[in-house]
């Protein structure tokens, strides 16, 4: 297990099948920047909060999924439970199969964006840190979300180019909304403004960065949208923190010392679909696993 990891995790691949192979329960905080805290139960990762990708809290909010009260208000009731994902089940706000997908797409798009700056390096080993209030009860092999998250990679460099440098631009609509393929397509183009990066976009629109850059290099091929580098004067643009949510330099990582388990349940070993989901959401909850977004893959 000590071969390298996908283009471009590299040697992080060695550091996340070590928290699967020890059955770790805590954190790993990768220095970035960005930086990066993947929370782990029993070697599985169940979350993957990062500045550079959008949380399961905005991937719901933003697109109506759940209410801003309905949300402050569950959210309230978590912090003494520590389960906002069970606030939100109990008391109806959402489905099993909504949240699993909301939760899996942001864990799946977070590794995306930690191989957006590769530089990263370094971090710490946090054991039985507990865990955020809103995470995966079934967990992902982290070798599968690293595949998972070079396959992204991959695609879109055989389409654009090197992702990273795709993330820096800030695309610019040349058509009207109208002229879009999608619904997607079309709040894609109204918002691309040419101040916002893909993150931006991703933040606005409520979508995982990995859909965004699949849809933009699709667009891009049709003419509707403009990804020339720009060079802005003055201050940069920077995200507004969102107003309804919350949540060292470069050294070797800390070995963990064995001791504390922070979670209550464990999941499967084998991170599959929980069971207890009907056979077609299950279906598609799997699917998740192998495609993000609208365009990553076909002319759809």
């Known amino acids: 297990m000590n071969a390298p990891g996908p283009a471009p995790f590299g040697a992080l691949a060695t550091d996340l099948r070590r928290m699967h192979e020890e059955s770790f329960t805590g954190s790993l905080r990768v220095f970035g920047p960005p930086d990066t805290t993947l929370h782990f139960h029993h070697g599985l ?74 530089s990263n390096r370094g971090g710490q080993v946090l054991p039985g840190a507990l865990p955020p209030l809103l995470r995966l009860d079934e967990g992902i092999d982290p070798d599968q979300a690293l595949r998972e998250a070079a396959r992204r990679h991959t695609n879109l460099t055989h389409r654009w180019g090197p992702p990273a440098d795709l ?59 403009d990804l020339a580098e720009r060079h802005h004067e003055g201050a940069l643009t920077r995200r507004l923190p969102e107003s309804r949510t919350t949540e060292e330099k470069d050294r070797p990582l800390v070995r963990r010392t064995p001791g504390a388990n922070g979670m209550r349940r464990a999941p499967r070993a084998d991170a599959t679909l929980p069971t207890a989901l009907p056979a077609d959401l299950a279906a598609r909850l799997q699917e998740t696993l192998r495609a993000p977004g609208d365009l990553l893959e076909g002319d759809g």
């Open 45 to 118: 990762v169940i979350a993957v909060p990062t500045p550079a990708a959008p949380g399961p809290d905005t991937l719901l909010l933003r697109t109506g999924t759940v209410g801003a009260d309905t949300w402050a208000t569950a959210r309230e009731r978590a912090l003494a439970t520590g389960d906002l994902g069970a606030e939100l089940l109990d008391r109806g706000h959402v489905s099993a199969a909504l949240l699993e997908l909301a939760l899996t797409r942001s864990v799946l798009d977070g590794v995306f964006a930690m191989g957006l700056t590769p």
């Open 167 to 225: 993330a820096r631009l800030r695309p610019a609509a040349e058509a009207a909304p109208e002229r879009a393929p999608s619904r997607a397509h079309h709040d894609l183009l109204l918002r691309a403004d040419g101040r916002r990066t893909p993150r931006d976009l991703a933040f606005v629109l409520g979508r995982e960065v990995s859909a965004v850059m699949a849809d933009l290099t699709r667009l891009a091929e049709r003419g509707l949208i």
